[in-house]
Every structure is written in C-alpha cells, then in structure tokens.
C-alpha cells in the first residue's frame, strides 16, 4: 500500500500558517513543504512565473498599435528613441537609456522652436514652459505593462486633467527608455511637469506592472530624490481609478507648492489604524 493512500498516514505537503496571508498578497509566502522540499505546485508556479518574466523583459512594445489607440485621447504622438540602439545596448547601458538620441531631441527642439519658445524668463522659470504637462510612455523592462495599462489609465487621466484647464503637450512615445528620460522630454518639450508611465522590472508575481514617475520643471541631471512614484498600476495591483486619484492629488500639490520628490508627500494614504486595522498579530490567538 502507498503511504498516501493511508488514512492515518502523514499528509504529503504540510501547511505554514502564514498562508492566510495569502488572501492579500500574490507574493510567494506560506506555501506550505514537502519533507524538506517546496512542493511541486508552487515549484511548476515559480518556472512559469520566471519565464513570464523574462518574456516582459524582451517583449517589444508594438508603438504603432500603442499610437494608433492614444489618437482616441486627441493629444498627439511624437515617436521618439533613447541612446540605447537596441535590447541588448537597453540592457547593458542603463546610462544611454536615460537620454534621447540626436534624432529624437532634434525633433523636440523643432517642435519646441515652432510652436514659439516662451524663454523670456529663462529655462528655469516656470513661466517660460510651454506646457502645464507632458505625458512620457515608455517601454522599460515590461513592454507587456506598457501595451496593457497605458491606454486605460491615460483614459481616465487626461479627461479629468483637460476640464480642469491643464496645458497638456502631445504624448511622447519614447523606444528603450528609463525613468530619466522624461527629464530630457519635458524639458526639449517645454513642460513644467512631466509623468512618465513605464514599464516595471518584472517580479515573479507581477510581470506587467506599470510604474508612474512625475517631476516639477524637468531638466537633464535629476536624481530620484526630484520625482514622486506611483507603483504596481494594474488591475491586480494599484487599479486605474485609485491610481488616477494619486496622480491628480500630487499634480494639483506639485503645482501648487512648485515641486516634487522628497518635499511632497502623498498624503491621500490612510493610516492602518483609520482603516481599523489594529496591531493584530494574525500568528497569536485573538485575546477573550
């Protein structure tokens, strides 16, 4: 007789408490062993969860598709491509991901130059940009994120933001791009605030997560500490409709105060205790 097919033999996989975290979280917690093994449920889940993330990473993002649905917003596109020549080149150089090829900040200048510069008051001022806001949307390391969660949220976005009076630059579409590449866009763009949507390094549970990166008067030479972020948008994560609400309340804030990054704060948040959520320790009996 197999062992399993014992009644009084020991169950083959054996459960960890922390699974009950599990209804909150697709990270990989509690799952539970076999002798002193992973299970081979949760194994086959993590090589498909592996490969789908690696399938992020090389998906190229299909920019006329992508274009051809952002004309429903009525803004424009302009295509444009980092320094980074290909995949491989992305990969490698971080550094040529965050500018813009000669051909792409040519087409900026051109366009900037146009439309009538506004620098009177030098680049610096807020007075001299162009644009209340330019929008970025770039692939980064999930194509798949992009060519998912772009459109719908830009949907719900650029509506609310144009009733209420914002100057919104034509979309840039930008090949191998990282998050300060959108510094150099809304600067060639004229734009006092820029938001990039782009594509998140992939996890082993989220290979489409889309990031959101903003910054008051973009320019080349910005660090992180200059830019607020809006992380994990997707519907099994951040969905649109909460994300959107984050993104207005800090660019209503970052206008209004002139800035962005460590001196502003997202405080549409609430604390876990005016959610009652407590100190509970899930692990410990509830107390009488």
């Not at 990473?57 to 009525?74: F, I, W």
């Amino acid at each position: 007789m197999a062992q399993d097919d014992r009644s009084d033999a020991p169950p083959l996989v054996h459960a960890n408490p922390w699974a009950a975290l599990r209804h909150f979280t697709a990270a990989r917690i509690g799952l539970g062993r076999a002798g002193v093994s992973q299970p081979t449920q949760p194994q086959l889940a993590f090589q498909l969860a592996h490969a789908q993330a690696r399938d992020a990473v090389h998906l190229a993002l299909d920019l006329d598709a992508l274009r051809q649905a952002l004309a429903s917003l009525k803004l424009g596109c302009l295509r444009l491509h980092s320094a980074a020549t290909d995949r491989d080149t992305y990969l490698q150089r971080p550094d040529l991901g965050r500018r813009l090829d000669a051909a792409s900040r040519a087409q900026l200048t051109e366009r900037r130059d146009a439309g009538g510069s506004r620098a009177t008051a030098g680049p610096d001022a807020p007075s001299a940009r162009s644009y209340d806001l330019a929008f970025v949307v770039a692939d980064g390391l999930s194509a798949l994120a992009i060519g998912s969660h772009a459109l719908p949220f830009l949907q719900r976005m650029v509506p609310r933001l144009r009733d209420e009076g914002w100057r919104i630059a034509p979309i840039a579409l930008v090949e191998q791009g990282r998050v300060a590449v959108a510094d150099e866009v809304g600067e060639l763009l004229g734009a006092r605030l820029v938001v990039i949507l782009i594509g998140e390094r992939p996890g082993l549970s989220s290979p489409d997560s889309m990031g959101l990166y903003m910054t008051w008067m973009p320019r080349v030479g910005l660090t992180d500490a200059s830019r607020n972020c809006i992380s994990n948008v997707r519907p099994a994560g951040l969905p649109y409709d909460e994300a959107a609400d984050k993104l207005h309340w800090l660019l209503t804030e970052a206008r209004r105060r002139e800035l962005t990054g460590v001196g502003l704060k997202d405080e549409t948040a609430q604390p876990a205790d005016a959610l009652g959520l407590g100190a509970r320790n899930f692990l410990l009996p509830d107390k009488g």
